[in-house]
């Protein structure tokens, strides 16, 4: 199993670009879900997910959309990139309530 | 809200030292309460989960234990390595609420070890 994967690894924006952040499982969890990471604020929950068609809010959901049209895949859209959204995002999946695996994450860099 | 702390924020010890990291939450309901591990430049790699209802998980050098009525864990790390060098985190699920299932992070406890 490849587990939680990230694509892609770094990633360098200009103010107001979009993009999506993929992250897919192939451990069948229905539990999918987005943090960011950032020094002094440790981790901070976007957005997240129980299972395929179902999405919800986080801690800090501005800026971001997500949609969930498969088990596999949770992506993660930008939609007008700011420098406040530089910052390491990782994504995570479980089992309900179950032990929960993360991705090797993405870095990015608003400029 | 749940607020999740760890002490000692930094840690430098000598090679082979049994040492102990410590967890403290403040809302005791919750479900579960898992340990990572994150090496620098990387992600984070489970390393315990301790249900609501155990008193403590082991796993080769590593034992985790948790008082959920005084809202404390800790990781004891026996005979440390080297390689044991990274920040550990600490994050409990709550068993309710909106985002049932959402970790509330520690900020870490960066251990060093020194050969």
């Known amino acids: 199993n490849a587990g939680v994967t990230q694509t892609p690894k770094f990633q360098v924006l200009k103010t107001g670009q979009s993009m999506t952040l993929q992250c897919a499982q192939d451990?069948?969890?229905?539990?999918m879900s987005w943090y960011r990471q950032d020094p002094g604020m440790g981790l901070r929950l976007i957005h997240y997910?129980?299972?395929?068609?179902?999405?919800d809010q986080g801690e800090v959901p501005n800026g971001y959309n997500v949609s969930r049209s498969t088990t596999e895949d949770f992506p993660l859209r930008l939609l007008s990139a700011a420098p406040s959204q530089t910052s390491v995002y990782f994504c995570?999946?479980?089992?309900?309530?179950?032990?929960?695996?993360f991705g090797p994450g993405t870095r990015l860099t608003v400029l | 809200k749940q607020e999740v702390t760890q002490i000692p924020a930094a840690l430098s010890v000598p090679e082979g030292e049994n040492l102990v990291l410590n967890c403290s939450f403040t809302d005791s309901a919750i479900y579960n309460l898992q340990w990572f591990r994150q090496d620098p430049g990387k992600g984070l790699t489970s390393l315990l989960l301790?249900?609501?209802?155990?008193r403590e998980q082991t796993s080769g050098r590593l034992n985790a234990s948790l008082d959920k009525s005084s809202g404390r864990s800790t990781l004891y790390i026996a005979a440390s390595q080297p390689g044991d060098s990274a920040t550990y985190l600490c994050a409990v699920t709550l068993d309710r609420g909106s985002t049932l299932g959402r970790l509330y992070f520690g900020r870490g406890t960066q251990l060093t070890v020194w050969p």
């Open positions: 997910s129980v299972g395929a068609g179902i999405t």
């Open positions: 451990m069948n969890h229905e539990y």
């Open positions: 995570a999946s479980s089992y309900p309530l179950g032990e929960q695996f």
């Open positions: 301790i249900q609501s209802s155990q």
